[in-house]
């Protein structure tokens, strides 16, 4: 079983061919197919291990967008004892749903 190591949004993720991955939002329209360019290493499917340094030359993973969202809503409280001070606040993180197709190096 083949995999790749890509990294985007300052994050790293383990994929393979019809994996389903989520990542920080991305600028690509729902349906567009995405070329990770960004891939620090690659296993084939005999178990040899190509590492870059820091990218592996030449190798992409092609993914599909499938969806454009927000995550649950994480909320949080800041206090301060004795002074009257309390704050909520929300937060939701947006991501981008890709369908990996391929792995090429």
Known sequence: MSYAIIETGSKQYKVQAGDIIYVEKLLVEVGEEYN???VLAI????GQMTIGNPHVAGAKVTAKVEEQ????????FRYKA???????YGHRQPYTKFTVLAIEA
């Open 36 to 38: 990770f360019t960004h």
């Open 82 to 88: 004795k002074s009257n001070y309390r704050r909520r």
């Open 69 to 76: 969202g927000k995550e649950a809503k994480i909320t949080g």
């Open 43 to 46: 296993s084939n499917d005999d």
